[in-house]
């Protein structure tokens, strides 16, 4: 039974999402309310940016009505302890509720980093407060349990990175919502696995939802208007989602599932990716003496981009190392211990970067050498011969 709940939702949602985004994009193109086209930008087209609207109301409706269907109406058993999980979630929602009004002033007519900054703050401590933060490093510096005054400031510093990690990853089509479904699948089976049904609802309508997205994000046709970004709006609730998920599933608390060893480590390991990719390029502005929170084309996916690969070839390579990160530490949590499975996704990570880096410059080298030849033109070509012949 629960099941088919979770697959109805799942089904609900997707049918949702597909309804709602054309009626977005037709009330988008009409206002003329695009993604503007800067040297940051790797479109160059007008491009709609509010599919992210759709979001946060699909995953805080659908749950809701699940709720009281199934207190109400089924009169199902969840297994749970109501008073032990019901508050994360209603702060959930709250925190949704929030960042989509910010996200939404951001899309249209823009809000200071700073001002999101705070408001960021305000719905990461939402979780700390109804109960849910990080209280077990499951041997990860050598510590173990956590108290609260480390735990909670600990939290909230996570919610704030995971938000702007994902934020950020926004960059290429289908990247971010790609991303934000392979960790929400990967998560909620997980949850499923060990019987955590509300998590594992919500994992999947948030699956549910993006999948919609996705198509209309990297197949729809520009010129049939049948294209769209998903905004500040859509980035900042899908990271607070995926917080969500992942605190939930590395804190020690029976009431949501058993005691796993590995559990901090497989929580976070769709996420690393973005976050260290997040951690690196702030790293690299603050070397060089920028502003750590200025744009720039240092991200991951530009870097492919440099190198030669279309759009998708990016997106899909990215997911690959999503995938990748992850299937090696849920191997590796088996064997080896947590601290150097860490050390060895970080060291991976360096050296697929340096990697990259020296795929990058040798790409760009040539591309400075063909490109004064390919900007000659016919005549120029001509004329150069004819002096040739004549010396």
């Known amino acids: 039974m629960y ?78 302890e109501s008073w032990a999980l019901l508050p994360s979630f209603m702060m959930l ?11 939404i002033a951001d899309d249209l007519i823009g809000v200071s980093y700073k001002w999101k900054f705070v408001v960021q703050l305000l719905a990461a401590s939402f979780f700390p407060l109804s109960g849910l933060w990080i209280n077990d ?11 609260p005054w480390v735990g909670m400031p600990l939290t ?103 005691f796993s060893e590995g559990a901090i480590v497989v929580a976070f390991s769709t996420l690393i990716i973005p976050v260290l990719d997040v951690a690196r390029v702030m790293f690299v502005r603050w070397r060089a003496g920028k502003p750590v929170f200025k744009p720039d084309r240092n991200h991951l996916h530009h870097k492919f981009l440099r190198m030669g690969m279309s759009h998708r070839s990016a997106m899909l390579s990215i997911l690959g190392l999503v995938l990748f990160f992850f299937l090696f530490n849920v191997l590796m949590v088996e064997l080896i211990s947590n601290n150097i499975v860490i050390l060895c996704d970080v060291g991976l990570w360096l050296s697929i970067h340096y990697v990259f880096d020296k795929i990058e410059q040798k790409y760009v080298q040539k591309q400075e050498v063909v490109k004064p030849i390919q900007t000659l033109s016919k005549r120029d070509i001509k004329g150069t011969i004819k002096e040739g012949l004549a010396h």
């Open 3 to 80: 099941n088919v709940l979770i697959v109805g939702c799942f089904m609900v949602a997707m049918l949702l999402s597909r309804g709602m985004l054309p009626v977005i994009m037709l009330v988008t193109y009409k206002k003329r309310l695009f993604d503007p086209v800067n040297e940051r930008k790797v479109h160059q087209n007008i491009i709609p940016r509010l599919g992210g609207v759709a979001f946060a109301p699909i995953q805080c409706f659908l749950f809701i009505v699940a709720l009281v269907f199934v207190i109400k109406i089924a009169n199902m058993d969840m297994q749970v």
């Open 93 to 103: 929602l709250c925190g949704l509720g929030l960042l989509f009004m910010v996200g």
């Open 137 to 147: 490093l499951y041997g990860l510096g050598l510590a173990v349990s956590l108290s």
């Open 156 to 258: 909230v510093f996570m919610v704030v990175l995971i938000v702007n990690a994902i934020n950020l990853i926004d960059g290429l089509d289908g990247l971010c919502s790609g991303v934000v479904s392979m960790g929400c699948l990967i998560l909620g089976s997980l949850f499923m696995y060990y019987q955590a049904w509300w998590h594992a609802l919500f994992a999947f309508i948030t699956v549910g939802m993006l999948i919609p997205f996705f198509y209309f994000n990297v197949f729809g046709a520009t010129g049939r208007r049948r294209r769209i970004f998903m905004g500040d709006t859509g980035s900042m609730t899908l990271g607070y989602s995926m917080a969500f998920l992942g605190i939930s599933f590395a804190m020690n608390n029976a009431y949501i599932k058993p």
